[in-house]
């Protein structure tokens, strides 16, 4: 497997009334082959949203999971623009180029900023310290996140429910 410059194949989830945005770092192989965000169907986002919600995101088709996420003022992005990545590895991410962020936020009602994983987190810190404060870190929903089970990521996914 080859590192490759990647540029973000899709555009965000978001409109005026949104008011959580959930931003990852970028998207695997699997989400990029599919042309919409946590499409891996070992990636418990979808289950742990859906649970959340009490809709069934992970049988919705993508337009579906679009409206369904925006009834609930949810919008959905990554961090990174474009990147040097070796598959889906977040480890292997270099060259970084970051997402115009700051559109969305004056674009929309976005209150709190949720982080799917680490590296989502640790880069939206050093490219947007302005948005800080509205920034919560959550357990990725990626299974290579394998020390969470479903069970624990709802539990601390639910603060996104504000």
């Known amino acids: 497997m080859k590192t490759e410059k990647l540029v973000h194949p899709f555009l965000p989830v978001y409109d005026e009334n949104t008011r959580v945005l959930i931003l990852g770092s970028f998207p695997s192989v699997k989400s990029r082959e599919a042309g919409f965000y946590y499409m891996n169907p070992h990636n418990r986002f979808f289950q742990v949203l859906g649970a959340l919600l009490n809709e069934n995101l992970v049988d919705a088709s993508v337009e579906e999971k679009t409206k369904l996420l925006l009834k609930h003022r949810?919008?959905?992005?990554?961090?990174?623009?474009?990147?040097?990545?070796?598959?889906?590895?977040?480890?292997?991410?270099?060259?970084?180029?970051?997402?115009?962020?700051?559109?969305?936020?004056?674009?929309?009602?976005?209150?709190?900023?949720?982080?799917?994983?680490?590296?989502?987190?640790?880069?939206?810190?050093?490219?947007?310290?302005?948005?800080?404060?509205?920034?919560?870190?959550?357990?990725?929903?990626?299974?290579?996140?394998?020390?969470?089970?479903?069970?624990?990521?709802?539990?601390?996914?639910?603060?996104?429910?504000?």
């Open 74 to 162: 949810i919008g959905l992005f990554d961090v990174v623009r474009s990147c040097k990545i070796k598959g889906s590895q977040d480890a292997s991410i270099t060259e970084v180029e970051v997402n115009d962020l700051a559109k969305i936020i004056r674009e929309s009602r976005v209150e709190r900023i949720f982080l799917n994983g680490k590296l989502a987190y640790k880069l939206f810190l050093k490219y947007f310290p302005q948005y800080a404060s509205r920034a919560t870190l959550l357990p990725s929903t990626s299974p290579a996140n394998a020390s969470y089970r479903l069970t624990d990521l709802i539990e601390k996914w639910q603060v996104i429910l504000f």
